[in-house]
């Protein structure tokens, strides 16, 4: 399992990124596949996950983040993204995919096996 993200960077506020997670390895489409992010000194949090059944529109987004982030697959791509707008200096942080076989109902790290190495994001003016 291989998972690269790639899109982050040094941003102004009030702009928008969009992260890319590109995924080999494994089989793309009957995987739950999620967004997390870690800021220096804090805990790493989850910000969206989206189901393996795409089609039926499964995704769940952190409370406190709807709104701002949005999470889509390309199933032709194997590509994962997070769209991004708004951005803030607290949204500074390195953002990681991760994918596992669990209910988009666990987007939670602990239960997510296989990670990337993550892409920093830093708001900045």
């Known amino acids: 399992v291989q998972l690269v993200e790639s899109g982050g960077g040094l941003v102004q506020p009030g702009g928008s990124l969009r992260l890319s997670c590109a995924a080999s390895?494994?089989?793309?489409?009957?995987?739950?596949l999620g967004w997390f992010r870690q800021a220096p000194g804090k805990e790493r949090e989850a910000i969206a996950c989206i189901s393996a059944s795409y089609t039926d529109g499964n995704i769940h987004v952190k409370e406190s983040l709807k709104g701002r982030f949005t999470i889509s697959r390309d199933q032709a791509k194997s590509t994962l993204y997070l769209n991004i707008d708004d951005l803030n200096p607290e949204d500074s942080a390195d953002y990681y995919c991760?994918?596992?076989?669990?209910?988009?109902?666990?987007?939670?790290?602990?239960?997510?096996?296989?990670w990337g190495r993550g892409t920093q994001v830093i708001v900045s003016s």
């Open positions: 390895g494994f089989n793309f489409e009957d995987y739950t």
């Open positions: 991760a994918a596992d076989a669990v209910g988009v109902a666990l987007c939670a790290s602990p239960y997510f096996a296989f």
